[in-house]
Nanobody, 117 residues
Framework: QVQLVESGGGLVQAGGSLRLSCAAS????????MGWYRQAPGKQRELVAI???????NYADSVKGRFTISSDNAKNTVYLQMNSLKTEDTAVYYC???????????WGKGTLVTVSS
């Protein structure tokens, strides 16, 4: 089992910045990729950004140029630097890890990001 703990959410004004962190712990064998998803009220969960063990990244079009995903493989931690935040970025942000030989997905409990106008 892999446990994920997110931190860094909160309330910020539009145009501001936040940095989310997610630390993985437990029976970690190999993390293949780590990512961030978000779910706004009344909407489906969507991919925000993902980073592979090798450092390749992928972003949702809506956050390109504003968000940056990074990771510290030694610490099994992934970060999401969010700049130029917009009200539409308001959502619960979930950390996701693809782990092990069989690529099992694990989820964190989420951290709320609220962007006020």
């Amino acid at each position: 089992q892999v446990q994920l703990v997110e931190s860094g959410g909160g309330l910020v004004q539009a145009g501001g910045s936040l940095r989310l962190s997610c630390a993985a712990s437990g029976s970690i064998f190999r993390i293949n990729a780590m990512g961030w998803y978000r779910q706004a009220p009344g909407k489906q969960r969507e991919l925000v950004a993902i980073i592979t063990r090798g450092g390749s990244t992928n972003y949702a079009d809506s956050v390109k140029g504003r968000f940056t995903i990074s990771s510290d493989n030694a610490k099994n931690t992934v970060y999401l630097q969010m700049n130029s935040l917009k009200t539409e970025d308001t959502a619960v942000y979930y950390c996701n890890v693809n782990h092990g030989e069989y690529g099992i997905y694990y989820w964190g409990k989420g951290t709320l990001v609220t962007v006020s106008s």
